[in-house]
Structure formats: structure tokens, C-alpha cells
């Protein structure tokens, strides 16, 4: 067994509050962290660091829990970057747009959308992000969806089927019938490959009794529930997702003060998606509200090529404090433990140990550059399990 000993670090965040000063983020100055079976075994100040088979010195730099992206749809074909330049000069956003995508998705062999996907998880990681959720919902037919979830497996283990996503031209005139192929073949086919079930409930795609439906099967076939809501304007999918216990609830850019009051009390983290105003030009939830009001926040790039094509969690961090009043602190656990807490994983996110070694080395003395730097590389190295 080697042990290896991160030492020279300016500025570390572990995300556990008793480990550093106190706060949320749980901060330790000139510090180290030893590391053994691609675990946290130890840490605290340099000064008192124990020996260890071998050592790295990061230079003074700032190391924080490499990003935990809680919503992504990376398996996918095709570019949209025409409709964002329409967009851009006027055209309205509309969850229509994903019938493109599916088109192209459908058209593509299991190669193109596995390099497709695997570049932008290599995109993703060199941006630092170190785990990623991943769905399908580009295919809507029972051999589309089970390729997508098969191929997305491959990369990560937080897949998660969105068959409803929208409902396919062929179901035009027959909504329900793709909610009875979505919660029988469909989920049949899928359930062996996911770990969460996700329905797009908005106006334009599934309604609330749609969303229990297709839920209510997906958690009975031992899936996890999320769901996306309240993205183009007030609506039920808070509400159901409190009242159903799911675990995330993502978007949240329209909220009624019951609608944070139910997130409150339910616990469901509220997972906001910043790359998706700022890609559709509309106007960002209030994240303090949220916090203020005791709700848990995540943040998550819903990297995908229609509405919010960045794969950058630094970028969604630099928008939720500049954008949606979250302080830089906030915003910075909101994409790491907050993540790792809409995904139920307890050894990512944070550095108690026992905890993954997933770790990112900031080109900064501190995290606050994140925010304070918008748009420059400052992830210079990313350990995950202590092996870059
Ligand atoms: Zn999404």
C-alpha cells in the first residue's frame, strides 16, 4: 500500500466543517491531505502532517472537491448552433427544440454517440469536474433510450432515464400512449441501465399527472426520482417533486413563495442550472431565496446542445454569484457537496476521511477566483481517487 501526501497547499476546502474554521466550507490554510487506496485518509495544517510513502507539493495553490455535475444530457447528436444564433436575434426558447437533437440522435450509430459522449466528459474533466449524471432522452423509442443509457453507463454510474423528456412526433396525436410505452417496454428496457428516473414536466412536454405516472413506475422499478420543473414559467413539478420526496428537483427558475416552502420543508435539493438563462437569455431564479429560506441548492450544468451548452461548472459558479446572489462560498459547495447530496453519494463532494480523493489544483491562491475570474482556466490539475 503507497500513501502519497498533498502538502503545499495555500488554501484547502473540505466541505467539512469540524476538518477546518469553522464554516460551511470548512477551510484549512497551509495545509495537506495523505491520501491511501484512492481515499482522504488524513488532513489538516502541513505543519502537522504525517509521513507518508511519497509526496506532492502543489506550491501554495488552492485545492477544493473536484465538481459534482448533477445534471447533464450528453448523449446526443447533432449541433443547434444555428437555433442559438436565431435565438440570440429573437426566436423565443422552446422545449420543442429537442425534437431536432432526437432526430440526430436517432441517425447516429452507437460509436458516434459513445466519442461524442466520451469528448465531453474528457471536456468536463479537464474543467474539473470528477463526477457527472448523465441521461438519455435524445432517443424516445425502446431501442433509442436503452443504447443511450447503455452508452452513458460506460462513463459514469449516475445514468438516469428520461424517456420523458418530450413526447416524439410519432406520438403526436397520442400523448398517453407514450407515457404507457415510457412506463412499460420502455422502462423495462432501461431500468437495468439507470439509476434515476427523470421527467420533464412543463408546459409543452409532460403535465403533473403524466409526471407522477411515469415516476410513480420508475421508483417502483427500484429507479431514483428527479425531475426537471419550472423552467419556462410557474407550474406544478415543485410541488410534485416535494410531495413525492424525490431527492432533486432542477431548474427552479419560477418559484412561489409555497413553492420554497415546500422545497424547505421536503428537503428535495433545489438544483439550479445558470448555463440555461444565460443560453436562452432569460431572467435567473434567486438563489438567495432559497438559501435563505433553509433550502438545499446544488448547481449543475444541464450540459446539452439545445439549451445550455457549456460544460463548465467554474462558468455556472462565476453566474450563480454574479447572477443569483449567491455568495462565491455558496455557490462553490452548491457544485461540489451539494451535488454529491443530489446524487445520495456520501464519499464525494467533501475530504472527511474515508472520502474520494477526487481533487482539483486551482491555478489561484484562493476558490473565491472562481467567481472573481470568470472565464479563465484556472483548474490546472485534477486528481481523481489521488491520480491525475
Ligand atoms: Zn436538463
Same mark, same amino acid.
Given at each position: 500500500?503507497?500513501? /502519497?501526501?498533498?502538502?503545499?497547499?495555500?488554501?484547502?476546502?473540505?466541505?467539512?466543517?469540524? *476538518?477546518?474554521?469553522?464554516?460551511?466550507?470548512?477551510?484549512?490554510?497551509? @495545509?495537506?491531505?495523505?491520501? +491511501?487506496?484512492?481515499?482522504?485518509?488524513?488532513? !489538516?495544517?502541513?505543519?502537522?502532517?504525517?509521513? *507518508?510513502?511519497?509526496?506532492?507539493? %502543489?506550491?501554495?495553490?488552492?485545492?477544493?472537491? $473536484?465538481?459534482?455535475?448533477?445534471?447533464?444530457?450528453?448523449?446526443?447528436?447533432?449541433?443547434?448552433?444555428?437555433?442559438?444564433?436565431?435565438?440570440?436575434?429573437?426566436?423565443?426558447?422552446?422545449?420543442?427544440?429537442?425534437?431536432?437533437?432526437?432526430?440526430?440522435?436517432?441517425? #447516429?450509430?452507437?460509436?458516434?454517440?459513445?466519442?461524442?459522449?466520451?469528448?465531453?466528459?474528457?471536456?468536463?474533466?479537464?474543467?474539473?469536474?470528477?463526477?457527472? +449524471?448523465?441521461?438519455?432522452?435524445?432517443?424516445?423509442? %425502446?431501442?433509442?433510450?436503452?443504447?443511450? =443509457?447503455?452508452?452513458?453507463?460506460?462513463?459514469?454510474?449516475?445514468?438516469?432515464?428520461?424517456?420523458?423528456?418530450?413526447?416524439?412526433?410519432?406520438?403526436?396525436?397520442?400523448?398517453?400512449?407514450?407515457?404507457?410505452?415510457?412506463?412499460?417496454?420502455?422502462? $423495462? #428496457?432501461?431500468?437495468?441501465?439507470?439509476?434515476?428516473?427523470?421527467?420533464?414536466?412543463?408546459?409543452?412536454?409532460?403535465? @403533473?399527472?403524466? &409526471?407522477?405516472?411515469?415516476?410513480? @413506475?420508475?421508483?417502483?422499478? $427500484?429507479?431514483?426520482?428527479?425531475?426537471?420543473?419550472?423552467?419556462?414559467?410557474?407550474?406544478?413539478?415543485?410541488?410534485?417533486?416535494?410531495?413525492?420526496?424525490?431527492?432533486?428537483?432542477?431548474?427552479?427558475?419560477?418559484?412561489?413563495?409555497?413553492?420554497?416552502?415546500? =422545497?424547505?420543508?421536503?428537503?428535495?435539493?433545489?438544483?439550479?442550472?445558470?448555463?440555461?438563462?444565460?443560453?436562452?437569455?432569460?431572467?435567473?431564479?434567486?438563489?438567495?431565496?432559497?438559501?435563505?429560506?433553509?433550502?438545499?441548492?446544488? /448547481?449543475?450544468?444541464?450540459?446539452?446542445? !439545445?439549451?445550455?451548452?457549456?460544460?463548465?461548472?467554474? /462558468?455556472?459558479?462565476? /453566474?450563480?454569484?454574479?447572477?443569483?446572489?449567491?455568495?462565491?462560498?455558496?455557490?462553490?459547495? #452548491?457544485?461540489?457537496?451539494?451535488? &454529491?447530496?443530489?446524487?445520495?453519494?456520501?464519499?464525494?463532494?467533501?475530504?472527511?476521511?474515508?472520502?474520494?480523493?477526487?481533487?482539483? %489544483?486551482?491555478?489561484?491562491?484562493?476558490?473565491?477566483?472562481? @467567481?472573481?475570474?470568470?472565464?479563465?482556466?484556472? %483548474?490546472?490539475?485534477?486528481?481523481?481517487?489521488?491520480?491525475?
Amino acid at each position: 500500500m503507497t500513501s /502519497l501526501l498533498i502538502t503545499g497547499i495555500g488554501e484547502l476546502v473540505t466541505n467539512a466543517r469540524e *476538518a477546518g474554521d469553522g464554516s460551511e466550507l470548512g477551510i484549512v490554510h497551509d @495545509a495537506a491531505m495523505v491520501v +491511501e487506496r484512492n481515499r482522504v485518509a488524513w488532513v !489538516g495544517e502541513a505543519a502537522r502532517s504525517p509521513a *507518508a510513502d511519497t509526496s506532492y507539493d %502543489v506550491g501554495g495553490r488552492a485545492v477544493i472537491p $473536484g465538481f459534482v455535475d448533477s445534471h447533464s444530457h450528453l448523449v446526443f447528436a447533432g449541433d443547434r448552433s444555428q437555433e442559438f444564433a436565431a435565438r440570440m436575434t429573437g426566436t423565443p426558447y422552446s422545449a420543442g427544440g429537442v425534437r431536432t437533437t432526437v432526430a440526430a440522435t436517432r441517425a #447516429a450509430t452507437d460509436e458516434q454517440l459513445a466519442a461524442n459522449l466520451a469528448r465531453h466528459v474528457a471536456e468536463m474533466r479537464r474543467q474539473g469536474t470528477t463526477t457527472v +449524471e448523465i441521461k438519455s432522452g435524445y432517443g424516445l423509442t %425502446v431501442a433509442d433510450e436503452a443504447r443511450s =443509457l447503455a452508452i452513458a453507463e460506460q462513463a459514469t454510474r449516475e445514468t438516469t432515464f428520461l424517456g420523458a423528456h418530450v413526447v416524439p412526433p410519432e406520438f403526436a396525436d397520442d400523448p398517453d400512449g407514450y407515457v404507457d410505452l415510457v412506463t412499460g417496454p420502455m422502462l $423495462g #428496457a432501461c431500468a437495468p441501465h439507470a439509476k434515476w428516473i427523470d421527467v420533464f414536466c412543463e408546459r409543452g412536454a409532460f403535465d @403533473a399527472d403524466q &409526471a407522477r405516472t411515469v415516476l410513480t @413506475a420508475g421508483m417502483a422499478a $427500484g429507479l431514483g426520482g428527479r425531475l426537471h420543473a419550472n423552467q419556462l414559467g410557474h407550474g406544478p413539478g415543485v410541488q410534485l417533486a416535494c410531495e413525492m420526496s424525490l431527492i432533486a428537483v432542477d431548474h427552479c427558475t419560477y418559484l412561489s413563495d409555497e413553492d420554497v416552502s415546500a =422545497l424547505a420543508e421536503s428537503g428535495t435539493t433545489a438544483t439550479l442550472l445558470p448555463g440555461v438563462e444565460f443560453s436562452t437569455r432569460s431572467a435567473y431564479p434567486d438563489a438567495r431565496r432559497l438559501l435563505d429560506a433553509g433550502c438545499n441548492v446544488a /448547481l449543475a450544468s444541464d450540459c446539452n446542445p !439545445g439549451s445550455s451548452y457549456t460544460s463548465s461548472m467554474p /462558468l455556472c459558479i462565476a /453566474l450563480a454569484v454574479r447572477e443569483m446572489g449567491m455568495s462565491p462560498s455558496q455557490a462553490l459547495y #452548491a457544485a461540489t457537496k451539494g451535488g &454529491a447530496d443530489a446524487l445520495r453519494r456520501d464519499e464525494i463532494g467533501h475530504f472527511r476521511p474515508g472520502a474520494a480523493a477526487d481533487l482539483v %489544483v486551482l491555478d489561484a491562491p484562493s476558490y473565491v477566483h472562481l @467567481a472573481y475570474r470568470p472565464g479563465v482556466p484556472l %483548474v490546472s490539475e485534477v486528481l481523481v481517487g489521488g491520480i491525475g
